[in-house]
């Protein structure tokens, strides 16, 4: 009994590692997209027209946040990148 026990605390701290690992990646995210947002933003205000890859890697971002949120509430085991594909 005490066997299982320890094996799941082991379990759940290992977990709490890695939501920490995703909570920096999680702002460090932040402060990509600001910096992405403010190039787009002189983009559009030079050329008039999007910047095709910051538009596309907007979707990415979106789908890997979103992952990221659930893992780290509980709301899914799905544990994205690093520790998946892309």
Do not use: C, H
Request: glycine share 4%.
């Amino acid at each position: 009994m005490e066997n299982s026990s320890a094996q799941n605390r082991k379990i759940i701290l290992i977990r709490g590692l890695q939501m920490l690992v995703f909570g920096l990646l999680l702002n460090l995210g932040l402060t990509v997209i600001s910096f992405l947002a403010f190039v787009q933003f002189f983009w559009l205000l030079t050329t008039k027209e999007k910047n095709p890859f910051i538009a596309n890697l907007a979707s990415n971002l979106k789908n890997w946040f979103g992952q990221a949120i659930q893992f780290m509430l509980s709301a899914s085991d799905y544990k994205p990148f690093p520790w998946s594909k892309i």
